[in-house]
């Protein structure tokens, strides 16, 4: 079983500066995944960010990076230069092996102008 | 190169009625995983599909609700007797093929707001 905890309930950042969330995780297996998705007020599930535990260098997507520490079982997500649109709610999330994903509870981030 | 499609986007039912909510999943995808997202909560695992098989449905409730994946058109999820607890936002999820350890994306639909008075 997996556990993915999320203990930010809400975030704010001002415009422009970076923010790091954080995601810590719990799992019995050993090969996993971790991925950063993004839920704007739409409701869509939008696919941010991919961490596999067997990589050994962090992943980066343009200003969205996940600082992996896997010995802490952290998997943070950093959002470099803050835009208003990314005021949204961010699910952290395991995989297993059959894809089958465990989600946090989120952090509602809301960037500040 | 359409999406995961889910319809309808939002769905109306009064207590005691059956919803039933599709899912078309990408081109080339034949895994199916459905999620429920209770408001302000985050996504919980329901039901792992292929097709014309249940993979995993340890997060279904045992009672109203199932699932299929018919060889031909969308999965289904089917709730029968609705209670206003069902109400909630209802995601698909579809996968390619994928070997047992090797991790992709999982590509969402937009969800189905199913909501129960």
């Known amino acids: 079983a997996q556990k993915i905890t999320q203990t930010q309930p809400g975030m704010f950042v001002q415009e422009k500066e970076a923010v790091t969330l954080d995601c810590t995780y719990d799992?019995?297996?050993?090969?996993?995944?971790l991925f950063w998705y993004k839920q704007p007020s739409s409701g869509e599930m939008i696919f941010l960010i991919y961490?596999?535990?067997?990589?050994?260098q962090n992943a980066t997507e343009g200003r969205y990076s996940l600082n992996f520490q896997k010995a802490r079982k952290s998997a943070n997500l950093v959002i470099s230069a803050s835009q208003l649109g990314d005021s949204a709610m961010y699910f952290c999330?395991?995989?297993?092996?059959?894809?089958?994903?465990?989600f946090g509870g989120g952090t509602r981030l809301m960037v500040k102008p | 190169n359409a999406g995961v499609m889910q319809n309808p986007r939002h769905l109306v039912r009064r207590r005691g009625q059956e919803a039933r909510l599709r899912c078309s999943p990408m081109?080339?995808?034949?895994?199916v995983y459905w999620y429920r997202q209770l408001p302000e909560e985050g996504l919980k695992f329901m039901v792992y599909?292929?097709?014309?098989?249940?993979?995993?449905e340890s997060g279904m409730p045992k009672e109203r609700f199932s699932a299929e994946f018919p060889k031909e058109g969308p999965s289904i999820l089917r709730i029968q007797q609705v209670v206003r607890g069902d109400s909630a936002a209802y995601f698909c999820?579809?996968?390619?093929?994928?070997?047992?350890?090797?991790?992709?994306?999982?590509?969402f639909g937009q969800g189905t707001r199913l909501t129960v008075v």
């Open positions: 081109k080339g995808h034949s895994h």
């Open positions: 999330a395991a995989s297993n092996a059959g894809n089958m994903l465990t």
């Open positions: 799992t019995s297996d050993q090969s996993y995944g």
């Open positions: 961490q596999g535990s067997y990589d050994e």
């Open positions: 599909l292929q097709k014309e098989n249940i993979i995993d």
């Open positions: 999820a579809s996968s390619p093929p994928h070997l047992r350890g090797l991790y992709t994306e999982a590509f």
